[in-house]
């Protein structure tokens, strides 16, 4: 098997996405009011437990490649009842949150990147997901993909 098949190279991104935005919190200065602090911490903090309760929810299926590992199951209960991706919207909330709460223009750069990088790495991982399971298809039109009740 090529490096790529497997959607290797959205890991990638995604982790230099998520590597530039942590040493963008660390080098920049922050213009955060204290209360968007607050709030960004709150919404980090709430990020990182979404994305290890989907995680442990997703069991033996768990891996960082788009691509489904063979012998999966299609997993649809717990958090992923209210967002086909909870771990990417636990990313997402994450560094939503250490944006606002380490407000700068990088910061909101990068999280804007990355929301656009795992968007199209949800896409492909559905795309595997579809040919796999045909129930992914009813379950697709019902729960939302990254943002709950609303994308």
Known sequence: MRF???????????FALLGLLVLALWLTPS???SWLTWLGRGLSWLGLGVLLLAAWQLGRNLTALPKPKPGGYLV???MYRVVRHPIYCGVL???LGSSLAHLN???VLLC?????????KASLEEHWLQERFPEY???????KKLI???Y
């Open 105 to 107: 223009p990088w910061t």
């Open 76 to 78: 649809r209960q717990g």
């Open 93 to 95: 909330l994450w560094a």
């Open 112 to 120: 804007g990147l990355l929301f656009v990088w795992l968007d199209r």
């Open 31 to 33: 213009s955060s009011p």
């Open 137 to 143: 298809t009813s379950y697709r039109r019902q729960v």
């Open 4 to 14: 790529g098949e497997r959607g290797e190279w959205y890991v990638v991104g995604q």
């Open 148 to 150: 709950p009740w609303i």
